[in-house]
């Protein structure tokens, strides 16, 4: 079997997989990393959203293995000890959720965003979250706490 | 989804050896097709053989007559490269429009190719802008390389490393998306390029990507909405689903090519 190693929030972490083991799963069952959230398992409604090298994909989506040696940060890696991220605290803030599920992908995909572009407008918001299914708020207050989000990381992570 | 021995070459020569090598061997690029088939059992490879390590496949390089496209560029690279912006705008809002920012981030233009969905985007592309389909062994035009629904002129070791696009005087791509999948219900790319003016039809035949002879040889005379306004697509072999019917479709087939004439300008 497989050994797969990568960077995970900032941490080497490294395990045993099989070929077909999910990068989702790994995350999940093997580090613990319990954030990442399996909807779908479709590739469709972007709960598993995290970040390899840089750029937010679906984790569900992606073999452990095709993430070995890479950079990945889950919605664990965000926040900083107590201080929640911008993007964290504008979903916080405008309450953007309910039920919260969606909520870990929809941040990580948010992030992603915001290092692209640092004022989205709601039109771009509602574009970019394409791959990301919210079947309670209405996207109404996610909307507004990307943008809010992503103008307060300023163009930064 | 079956258990597999997974491969992680670093050259072309290793990947094909790992691949032929296989009982049942299968190359992933993105994943983003391969393995949603592969959790549905409809695909069960003994071996899966990375192209993400194999060197030579990425870049994207504007040759002056042609934008060359490394096979294992991202949907996200094609849409944001500035040489695809700058040669083939079209191209690069075709990939812009691929299934949502993740997908993007991950799926590649080789392993689309490769792949073959009858409504996928980048079939379209290449045959309305007559690219050729670049492989370890030779060259293939779009015209040889889509032979049907998830058939391609691709032998079963062949690897696709690159795609090559001639660049257009004036190009569009317009699509009526799926709106839970952003697959293409019917999308028609009409690009007025070296070999003419060409109209590609994807997302609306079970047999794949499609021209419409009556539409290129009315915008051969005058390349206009008005051109094509007048012309009936027939339903017959028309993809019949929940999205769409046969007749719903040939009239959305119209009506793309319609407003990506328009769209050129």
Redesign the interface.
């Known amino acids: 079997m497989p050994t797969v190693r990568m960077t995970v929030n900032g941490m080497e972490r490294s395990g045993t997989v099989e070929g077909r083991t999910l990068l989702v799963d790994f995350l999940r069952e093997h580090l613990g990393l319990t954030g990442t959230h399996v909807g779908c398992d479709t590739s469709q409604c972007g709960a598993c959203v995290v970040h390899v090298n840089g750029s937010s994909v679906k984790s569900c989506t992606c073999l452990a293995v095709q993430a070995d040696g890479a950079d990945v940060t889950t919605i664990e890696g965000l926040a900083n000890g107590a201080d929640l991220h911008p993007m964290q605290e504008a979903f916080r803030e405008h309450h953007g959720l309910q039920c919260g599920f969606c909520t870990p992908g929809m941040v990580m995909s948010a992030v992603d965003l915001a290092n692209r572009d640092s004022d989205p407008s709601e039109h771009d918001v509602r574009e970019w979250l394409e791959g990301n299914l919210c079947r309670c708020t209405g996207y109404h207050n996610i909307v507004k706490a990307v943008q809010a989000g992503a103008r307060a990381m300023g163009g930064g992570s | 989804?079956?258990?597999?021995?997974?491969h992680?070459p670093t050259s072309l020569d290793d990947a094909l050896a790992a691949l032929r090598g296989a009982e049942g061997g299968t190359l992933?690029a993105g994943?983003?097709s391969l393995?949603?088939i592969?959790?549905l059992n409809l695909a069960a490879p003994t071996d899966?053989v990375?192209l993400?390590g194999v060197a030579g496949l990425d870049g994207i390089s504007d040759d002056g007559d042609s934008v060359t496209v490394g096979a294992m560029c991202t949907h996200?690279q094609v849409a944001g490269s500035a040489a695809v912006q700058g040669r083939i705008p079209a191209l690069a809002a075709m990939a812009d429009g691929i299934?949502?920012?993740?997908?993007r981030?991950?799926g590649t233009i080789g392993g689309s190719l490769a792949h073959n969905d009858p409504a996928a985007d980048y079939p379209a592309a290449c045959v309305a802008l007559g690219a050729t389909i670049v492989t370890d062994r030779r060259e293939i035009a779009s015209d040889d390389y889509f032979q049907g629904m998830f058939m391609t002129a691709l032998e079963d070791d062949e690897i696709i490393t690159a795609v090559r696009f001639p660049v257009p005087a004036r190009a569009a791509y317009a699509k009526f998306a799926n709106p839970?999948?952003?697959y293409a219900v019917a999308g028609v790319m009409v690009a007025d390029g070296p070999a003419g003016v060409r109209v590609a039809v994807t997302g609306a035949s079970g047999d794949g990507v499609f021209r419409m002879a009556g539409m290129e040889a009315a915008l051969g005379g005058s390349f206009s909405a008005e051109a094509v306004a007048g012309i009936g697509v027939s339903s017959d072999g028309m993809l019949s689903d929940t999205a769409a019917g046969a007749e719903y479709r040939a009239h959305l087939v119209a009506v793309m090519a319609k407003r990506a004439v328009e769209a050129c300008g």
């Open positions: 989804m079956n258990d597999f021995t997974y992680a992933i994943g983003q393995l949603p592969m959790k899966v990375s993400a996200a299934g949502d920012a993740q997908v981030n991950a839970a999948s952003k």
